[in-house]
């Protein structure tokens, strides 16, 4: 009876730590591509009934700081971020958080364009916003000028 409670209880804790440990579960994310030129205008994002606007204010440019924001009509999104990527390149973990400001019309946050070993300039900005478990990306691709 004691080795088979033994066995019994080792299942549920081996269960246990496994479900502790297993990498959790990705929330399907819906991806929006725009050809909208963030450098030079707003760009609309919608996701659901509502339409945002994100712009860049300051120039991007590797290591200074410049800000995103985005602006709404309706409501702001339960949360937002944006994270910098190139196709075909890792350009490590650089999620930005969006937070509501004082005036509650926007959300922005101060963001650092990372350094591309290969000099490249071809980026793209993924907004994600996340509307009761529905989560929108939207991919705005922009080149920065030759220097």
Known sequence: ??????????????YLVGSFLKPPTEIPV?????????????CSVKHGTNTYK??????????????????YNEQPPEA??????MEGMDMGYNR????????EK???AQVVLPVCSL???????????????????????FKLPER
């Open 54 to 71: 994100l712009s860049f204010r300051g120039i991007p440019s590797a290591l200074h700081p410049f800000h995103v924001e985005l602006s």
């Open 119 to 141: 000099s490249r300039n071809d980026w793209i900005v993924n907004v994600k916003m996340d509307e009761q478990g529905d989560v929108q990306q939207t991919r705005l691709r």
């Open 80 to 85: 937002a971020w944006v994270e910098f990527d």
């Open 96 to 103: 930005y958080t969006l937070v509501l400001r004082e005036d």
């Open 30 to 42: 819906n991806v929006v591509e725009s050809d909208c030129d963030i450098l030079s205008q707003s």
């Open 106 to 108: 926007h959300l922005s």
């Open 1 to 14: 009876m004691k080795a088979l409670l033994v066995v019994v209880l080792i299942f549920v804790f081996a």
